[in-house]
Every structure is written in structure tokens, then in C-alpha cells.
């Protein structure tokens, strides 16, 4: 028995080597890439809400609004560059899309997503999808903010 987990031991050790030698450096490339556009995204959402702020004085989240109407704009001229083939680098689509529009808003994935099933005719995951998104999505926001109340903080 103690020959036999050694020796998995051993095979699960030369199979976590060969992992990382083969798969991680094009792994830390890509989380690189898309971590570098999300970087981008996320400031440029910041400096997007504050530039609102300081011109609307109203009680609405006009900002987080244009930002994601913005960013479905943005994914979506994205998205007809790569139908029409002009878009073919995987590490391209990947730092504007799922980097700087991820930043940027998730909503534009969201969008875009539902978007493509309808085109696929796929109207009953559509409708499951937005209203799971909206039902759920409210629901678990609103459980996080009761939660708060559990806990003697």
C-alpha cells in the first residue's frame, strides 16, 4: 500500500510538471492580456462615472446606464469585425472583449450573448437567461445586503 501512493505520488508529481511546463506560461500570456484590457476597462468605467457625476445632478445611475449601453455599442462593432473576419487573433478578441469590455461592463457580455441565441433562434434559453439573470441576480444582491445583518460586525 505505502509502494503504491508513493508511486502515484510520483505520477501525479511528473503530471502536475508536465502541466505547468506545457500549459501555464501560455496561461499566464493570456491572463496577462486579458487582465491588461480589464485594467483598461475598469479605469476607463471609473473615469466614465465620474465625468457623469460631475455633469448630472440626477437621482438616477445615469452613469452606470450610458457606461452599459456604451459598452454594448462597443462589444457589438467588436463582434461585427470578427463575423466579418476582420478580427481573427484569438489574443485580440480576447483583450477587447473579454478584457476591456469585461472591464468595462459585464452587461456587454450579457448583451451580446443573448444576442447571438437569438440569431440562433434559440428563444427559449433567451428568455431563461434574462429572467434568471434579473430574478437571481436581484435576489442573491439582496440576500448579500440582508446577510450583512447576521454577522455582529
Known amino acids: ?11 501525479l508529481d511528473a503530471i502536475v510538471k508536465q502541466i505547468i511546463t506545457n500549459f501555464a506560461p501560455e496561461m ?6 486579458v487582465g491588461s484590457g480589464g485594467f483598461i476597462g475598469t479605469i476607463a468605467r471609473y473615469l466614465a462615472n ?11 445611475p445615469l452613469g452606470t446606464l450610458l457606461v452599459n449601453i456604451t459598452g ?9 469585425f470578427i463575423e466579418k473576419g476582420k478580427l481573427l487573433e484569438p489574443e485580440l478578441r480576447l483583450f477587447l ?5 469585461g472591464g468595462f461592463t459585464t452587461f456587454s457580455a450579457f448583451s451580446v ?4 441565441m437569438i440569431r440562433n433562434g434559440e428563444f427559449f434559453y433567451v428568455f431563461g437567461y434574462l429572467a434568471l439573470s434579473i430574478l437571481l441576480g436581484f435576489t442573491a444582491t439582496y440576500l448579500g445586503m440582508v446577510s450583512v445583518n447576521w454577522f455582529k460586525i
Open 50 to 60: 465620474e465625468f457623469i457625476k460631475k455633469i448630472s445632478t440626477a437621482n438616477f
Open 28 to 33: 499566464i500570456r493570456i491572463i496577462l492580456i
Open 72 to 80: 454594448c455599442l462597443i462589444i457589438g462593432i467588436i463582434y461585427g
Open 113 to 116: 450573448e443573448n444576442i447571438i
Open 97 to 101: 472583449t473579454t478584457g476591456i469590455c
Open 1 to 11: 500500500m505505502i509502494q503504491f501512493e508513493y508511486t502515484y505520488s510520483r505520477n
